[in-house]
T-cell receptor, first 121, second 115 residues
Framework: GAVVSQHPSRVICKSGTSVKIECRSL??????MFWYRQFPKQSLMLMAT?????????EQGVEKDKFLINHASLTLSTLTVTSAHPEDSSFYIC?????????????????FGPGTRLLVL | AQSVTQLDSHVSVSEGTPVLLRCNYS??????LFWYVQHPNKGLQLLLK??????LVKGINGFEAEFKKSETSFHLTKPSAHMSDAAEYFC?????????????FGTGTRLQVTL
């Protein structure tokens, strides 16, 4: 249980275009989803926290107009990188926080998607 | 504020020997602590978590970790390393147990397993 998927797994786009990444919780409902960015050989950096039905909360230094987050349902959040540039190339990972899977003690634990590698040319 | 320090950026062990990945934390509250593993170009998989219950936590794939409040440590161990254990390991702290609070990640420890 507690599986999170991301689509696409890898995307290459031209500079100036927008890219949408989907994050889905497959077998549970998630009130909160998180978006992270990971540079090569570095740790994860939290970009924003997304709650279903409300505006995302962005971390300091993350441009909300650049990284648009929509959390339309308890199983889906999307991250859109608008007007992408080469410096936006990175590994983007989402996570979903469990609100109930029938497994005791899992509430609040974050389960991570497999990540999306974005390359902007 | 909360923080995590992973004391080793790289650990190398021989297959069949014990694994020790060290982690120290700092937290203003009673923390939840996690270990996640990341294989190359993959997302993160939860190995185990501590949320104020038993201090010795058993996880998947034979890993376990012990929460020591007096030492503010949460070291990850495994009695016998396997080649498939080679990956990046992250120690993570969360201040509020049972809620969807923000996670603070350590810088990671790369585990290499040799024959």
């Amino acid at each position: 249980g507690a599986v999170v998927s991301q689509h696409p797994s890898r995307v290459i786009c031209k500079s100036g275009t927008s890219v949408k990444i989907e994050c889905r919780s497959l077998d549970f409902q998630a009130t909160t989803m998180f978006w992270y960015r990971q540079f090569p050989k570095q740790s994860l950096m939290l970009m924003a926290t997304s709650n279903e039905g409300s505006k995302a909360t962005y971390e300091q230094g993350v441009e909300k107009d650049k990284f648009l987050i929509n959390h339309a349902s308890l199983t889906l959040s999307t991250l859109t990188v608008t007007s992408a540039h080469p410096e936006d190339s990175s590994f983007y990972i989402c996570s979903a926080s469990v609100i109930g899977t029938g497994e005791s003690g899992n509430t609040g634990t974050q389960y991570f998607g497999p990540g999306t590698r974005l390359l902007v040319l | 504020a909360q923080s995590v320090t992973q004391l080793d950026s790289h650990v190398s062990v021989s297959e069949g020997t014990p694994v020790l990945l060290r982690c120290n934390y700092s937290s203003s509250y009673s923390p939840s602590l996690f270990w996640y593993v990341q294989h190359p170009n993959k997302g993160l998989q939860l190995l185990l978590k501590y949320t104020s219950a038993a201090t010795l936590v058993k996880g998947i794939n034979g890993f376990e970790a012990e929460f020591k409040k007096s030492e503010t440590s949460f070291h990850l161990t495994k009695p016998s390393a396997h080649m498939s254990d080679a990956a990046e390991y992250f120690c993570v702290v969360s201040d509020l147990a049972g809620t969807a609070s923000k996670l603070t990640f350590g810088t990671g420890t790369r585990l290499q397993v040799t024959l």
